[in-house]
């Protein structure tokens, strides 16, 4: 297998990136990864980071989408820019998966317009892994690739989410649990309604109910699923107290959990390959694990799962 | 002034309402209170922490609504309930201010219909208090009242929240920041961005733009606007970092202001007269700080001002 990675993205490109890869390879991986990128800037970092040349080619490109470009604008004008190469790689089978801590919008567009959704899939999304307070890790999904949804997304996003908690963070049966404002049946808002008995008759899923704000660190479910306006506001409120517990030097186990560095990114669920989209303050370990994380979604054949699951 | 408390209505009732009681009184207020509940319970415990009889008139109840009972049948159905006796009081003008930690469908429905809403304000709303992590206090609003709204009801809760923050959080200038998942005009789902230009064009108000989940606890915004689906999702969560701390064996001055009992519950903001809505956990010291508040509310004239604001 064959892993792209865009050596042009993230704050600390590319540097951190060649760490990452460093540290990936020192376990002896399957796979072998193809760095898209400015030669002349890293051959001299491969080299002193000794990169074994049978582990990696490197594909030129020439120019970088910025993080602050409009996605769809960048994409079209940039067809030699690092993540629109690694697009085509995608989709031409030349690559089994594509990792960027690039523009996010840009990484979304191109999941969404070049490697294109599963049939079936009305609205691929994208989720953030949960720490939960005993220890176990969850999913949290929409985190604001779909800002509005109706119920019928909510619904799909529980059974790609259900399909990557079972697959990717190996929990057998995994609770499916609906962000809401109440317990009950039927409390909620509109879409929250609507999604419920949606939920509960979805056969591909471990429906467990409702869950509040305030049990979503506490392991309630192991999928929570959402529209992508609260399910944002949920991460990026979470990721802040990172930084508030450094600030109120407070270290747990626990809290330094909410790391988001660490996790190596959020793959775009519901599109035909892997893609990964890391955050831009991405570091050597965080590659390192996206790197491992699109080598299991290929291992898994989580895709191939998913296309099986939407299949009429 | 005289303020109305159900002395039914909590899970520690009655007597951590008198202890409460006990220790506004202790400070001399201006204000006396009507004590609405069973005579037989509430006479003993009066005795038991000397509460000056000149201070309190008993006002008897014979029902309870209890926490889980569906809140307009039982309003309908239970008209001697403290609850249902209390709206009474306030509405025929015989107390200046209620305050109940029972059923808070009752209490919402009660304030709705019973003191009506405020003339020109489409949906009242309930916010709680915000611990910033520089010390300062915000208000996030709506947190649970309306969980599905459109613009203009985000835009009146901006209003109604600035003369909250200013009057009683003594916040001179309060700014506003509307909840979303982008930094620049234009992001967000529908609702925020119908509701942007409204909140730019709002004159009562300073709107500072959006504030990400990230911003939340940082003192970007003094008064935070969001429907009450979102916002009840955050302030769940942000009362549930309260018990993990504890179990995390947490403790620093910021993160122990995550105690929510401690504020005293929130106001129903937008009708005619204070009405305050205790959680159900409320101990003594969130009973004083109700009290506290409510004396504060008719201290400021703060519902004449939200009155003023509203008249066309």
Same mark, same amino acid.
């Not at 030129?60 to 993080?67: G, K």
């Not at 085509?88 to 030349?94: A, P």
């Given at each position: ?12 490109? !590319? ?55 409009? !996605? ?6 940039? !067809? ?16 089994? $998966? ?25 609205? !691929? ?44 963070? #190996? ?5 499916v649990g609906l962000i809401n404002i ?5 409390? #909620?808002?509109?879409?929250?309604q609507a999604a419920y008995p949606l ?70 669920? #519901? ?6 989209? #890391? ?14 994380? $699109? ?18």
């Amino acid at each position: 297998m064959n892993i792209a990675l865009d050596m042009m993205g993230g704050d600390f490109a !590319p540097e951190e990136l060649v760490k990452g890869i460093r540290d990936y390879m020192s376990d002896n991986p399957p796979a072998t990864v193809s760095l898209i990128g400015d030669e002349q800037k890293l051959l001299p970092l491969l080299a002193q980071y000794k990169i074994p040349a049978k582990t990696y080619r490197l594909i030129p490109s020439t120019e970088v989408i910025e993080m602050h470009e409009h !996605p769809l604008k960048a994409l079209k004008g940039k !067809p030699n820019s690092s993540i629109s190469v690694g697009f085509h790689l995608l989709s031409t089978g030349k690559v089994d $998966a594509f990792i960027s801590a690039g523009n996010t919008g840009a990484m979304l567009i191109g999941s969404l317009y070049t490697i294109k959704p599963i049939e079936g899939i009305l609205r !691929p999304t994208i989720g953030t892994i949960v720490p939960m307070e005993n220890g176990a890790t969850g999913l949290l999904l929409d985190v604001g690739a779909n800002a509005d949804c109706k119920a019928e997304h909510l619904n799909q996003f529980a059974t790609l989410g259900s399909l990557y908690a079972k697959n990717i963070l #190996g929990i057998e049966k995994p609770r499916v649990g609906l962000i809401n404002i109440g317990e009950e049946e039927g409390k #909620g808002n509109v879409l929250a309604q609507a999604a419920y008995p949606l939920l509960k008759e979805n056969n591909q899923i471990h429906f467990i109910g409702n869950v509040e704000g305030r049990d979503v660190f506490l392991d309630h479910a192991d999928v929570l699923v959402c529209e992508g306006f609260t399910g944002n506001v949920i991460l990026k409120l979470a990721e802040s107290l990172h930084g508030i517990m450094e600030r109120q030097n407070v270290h747990t186990e626990y809290f330094d959990r909410f790391n988001f560095e660490d996790y190596g990114g959020t793959p775009v669920l #519901g599109v035909n390959k892997p893609v990964i989209i #890391g955050h831009g303050i991405s570091r050597a370990k965080a590659y390192k694990n996206m790197l491992l994380l $699109a080598q299991k979604m290929i291992e898994t054949q989580l895709l191939e799962k998913m296309a099986l699951s939407f299949k009429a």
